[in-house]
């Protein structure tokens, strides 16, 4: 009875019938080029803003699935970052330090140091694959894969499990023991959620752990389980860890069981997230009534990327492990290593972020934001508050996904004193993130609590207030929750797009909030919008760049380089910088933007650093007889370790290092006497 109360209030909030005819008239209205561009507006946008277009900003029913999908969100994010915290303490704790816990996580997935008598040969495994085997080895279900079939060419015995069990070293049993206990603790908080679904408790297995094997020839709407290599339905929701195992025997896949417990992480804390709130919703929108109305007011697209929302947050576990199994690829550690030699130890990358505390105008009156960014930049805002609360904390772990594809890489990186060094300095990024997103907070919930609703206590008003920052915060901040994403970057999961997406998410977001502001939202509103847009995000961070070139400029005559500082290239620059958010093409549009207008354009994509390689090898003999100056040498020294980085751990970290040592250099010379 409730659901079909809301459905009656969603579909009055689209102010549609969803008549056959009127669906049908707004089909062909759509195959104009206003219908295709909001169809790709549509795709390019967050879950919230979908929603706003397709119920209005004031549905009470859209607005609620909205909350409620942010609150899964909220509640993975956290689980996953208390796995993710509990694995680094727990090789903190047998190492003796957090350096040393990485490198035992390296040597414990990275060394074929066991071997073992299998099939009429010798099979060398890491430790962490020779623990999947015991436990795969421990479980019925494992063991009859493991033992095979007499017609298959596999037949694992007891004497193979005895001779891997001791080789394990202390540390290899002491992290078996705590895969177990993780595993066996998870059934606590899966059962109640399977029971309240599906009206029976789920089937708890002694010792479980995930089987994983060969991946198995599917059939036709099938896909290979990221985290086991079971053939699943490719619309299922449920993931292959609440199956059935079945009866079938396939071939043993003794995969790093460390990588195979962060991926089933993934893949069950969205499960257990997003479970009952993806099916209530799911219950709401596939309603056939409403998805007529939905296609009368917003054209077949809308309901389709809707669509494509609903399989995301049911599937979302499953595409995110996927995710992780293409992360740890050659091409996957190759575009990590390119993201962080392309931003960590660069000081531009940290300066602009603190443009983020110019995306606050977007969201109250331009005397509103003035004022409170007085005050926040006095102290009376509680910024370090705000910094400390859990929306702040939740995002550090979290991280933009420019962020992330560069912390990833660095967590790619073979451990030594370097890599580890380099580490600790990109978290500065993701710092800084925090650091100004927080200063946005602050003053968006300042504005929210002195226009909280009247008929409120105090302590309801801050409630309200605090929840009403959060979702302003999301929507101009740059993008964390897949929510705040579009669906098309949510669904690419290849690491190429995701680097792509990387340094496309936030214009792609300050894109679209623009479009959807111009759209329909009141005079003012669209204006401060298209300020946050083009001139805080587009013009703020053309005069932001220019001044960082010119501090560490090679030209000792030029305090203002033209080239820099031109008024037509910083228009143009603030013209194209949103451009960067339309995937592939945006950098390619500007540039061609920039060579109509006849202007210098400066190089800005991850291989950047690589088209200065060959100059610098071309200046190595100058540089060996002292015939450049210093300033040149670095240069050279900066485009050779960037290179070489993406392809070794150590050159990557030395490449990082040497962005932060040629900003100083630079700026040391140019801003002291000769």
């Given amino acids: 009875e409730d659901r079909e109360i809301a459905r009656k209030s969603l579909r009055a909030d689209t102010g549609k019938e969803g008549g056959y005819n009127e669906r049908l008239d707004k089909m ?3 195959t104009g080029l206003g219908g295709k561009f909001r169809g790709a507006l549509l795709s390019l946008s967050g879950f919230e803003q979908v929603m706003h277009f397709a119920f209005g900003r004031e549905s009470k029913e859209g607005n609620a699935i909205v909350a409620a999908i942010d609150k899964a969100g909220n509640v993975k994010t956290d689980a996953v970052n208390a796995k993710m915290t509990g694995l680094r303490d727990f090789f903190t704790q047998q190492a003796g330090s957090e350096y040393r816990g990485d490198v035992l996580r390296y040597e414990l997935t990275s060394k074929r140091s066991i071997t073992a008598d299998a099939n009429g040969g010798k099979m060398k495994l890491t430790p962490a694959e020779a623990i999947q085997a015991t436990m795969m080895w421990r479980q019925p279900d494992g063991k009859r894969h493991m033992e095979g079939t007499p017609s298959t060419k596999w037949h694992y015995t007891q004497a193979f499990v ?4 001791a080789q394990l070293s202390p540390e290899a049993k002491a992290l078996r023991g705590y895969l177990t206990e993780q595993y066996t603790s998870e059934y606590a908080r899966l059962n109640p959620i399977y029971r309240d679904l599906y009206g029976v408790d789920l089937p708890q297995n002694a010792l479980y752990s995930p089987l994983t094997v060969t991946p ?3 059939s036709s709407g099938e896909m ?5 290599g079971a053939a699943i339905s490719a619309t299922s929701s449920t993931p292959g860890a609440l199956r059935t195992r079945g009866i079938s025997v396939a071939e043993p896949e003794f995969r790093d069981s460390l990588q195979t417990y962060i991926r089933h992480t993934m893949q069950m804390e969205h499960w257990m997230a997003f479970a009952k709130v993806s099916t209530d919703t799911a219950a709401l929108l596939n309603n056939r009534d409403v998805r007529n109305s939905i296609e009368e007011k917003g054209g077949e697209e809308a309901s389709k990327v809707l669509g494509k929302w ?17 992360f740890n690829s050659i091409l996957g550690r190759l575009v990590n290593h390119a993201a962080s030699v392309a931003l960590v130890g660069r000081a531009s990358v940290l300066v602009i972020q603190s443009l983020q505390l110019g995306s606050a105008l977007a969201e109250m009156p331009a005397g509103a934001y003035a004022v409170r960014l007085g005050k926040l930049l006095t102290g009376q ?6 910094m400390h609360s859990e929306y702040i904390q939740r995002r550090m772990h979290e991280m933009p996904p420019l962020v992330r594809q560069a912390m990833a890489g660095l967590e790619g990186l073979k451990p030594s004193r370097l890599t580890y060094a380099t580490s600790k300095l990109g978290q500065l990024i993701g710092g800084a993130d925090a650091l100004f997103t927080a200063g946005t907070y602050a003053m968006v919930y300042d504005y929210q609590l002195k226009n909280a609703p009247e ?6 008003k801050e409630a309200w207030a605090h929840a009403a920052a959060e979702r302003s915060t999301d929507r101009v901040a740059q993008p964390v929750k897949a929510s705040q994403r579009s669906i098309y970057e949510n669904l690419n999961t290849s690491p190429l797009a995701k680097l792509t997406w990387a340094f496309a998410s936030e214009a792609r977001q300050k894109m679209a909030l623009s479009a959807w502001a111009v759209a329909d939202r009141p005079m003012a509103e669209k204006l401060r919008v298209l300020a946050v847009t083009w001139g805080i995000g587009g013009m703020g961070a053309a005069i932001l760049r220019a001044a960082i070139r010119d501090a560490k400029s090679d030209d000792d005559d030029e305090v203002f380089d033209e080239k820099n500082w031109s008024p037509k290239r910083l228009l143009l620059s603030a013209a194209t910088g949103p451009l960067q958010g339309i995937p592939v093409l945006g950098n390619n549009l500007e540039a061609a933007i920039f060579a109509a207008a006849g202007e210098y354009h400066q190089e800005g994509d991850i291989i950047s650093g ?3 390689l060959g100059a610098a090898i071309k200046d190595i003999p100058d540089a060996v007889t002292g015939q450049q100056d210093a300033t040149k040498d670095f240069k050279d020294v900066e485009a050779l370790l960037s290179a070489m980085g993406y392809f070794n751990s150590e050159a990557a970290a030395a490449g990082s290092l040497s962005h932060l040592a040629r900003d100083l250099f630079g700026a040391v010379k140019n801003f002291t006497p000769n």
């Fill in 610 to 612: 690589t088209k200065q």
């Fill in 162 to 165: 005895d001779q891997i069990e």
């Fill in 216 to 218: 198995q020839k599917v």
């Fill in 310 to 326: 609903l399989e995301y947050f049911a599937q979302g576990g499953t595409k995110d492990a996927a995710s992780q199994l293409a």
């Fill in 381 to 386: 805002l509680n910024w370090g508050t705000a």
């Fill in 28 to 30: 062909e209205k759509d």
């Fill in 224 to 228: 290979n389980d990221p985290v086991t």
């Fill in 455 to 460: 008929n409120l206590s105090q302590a309801e």
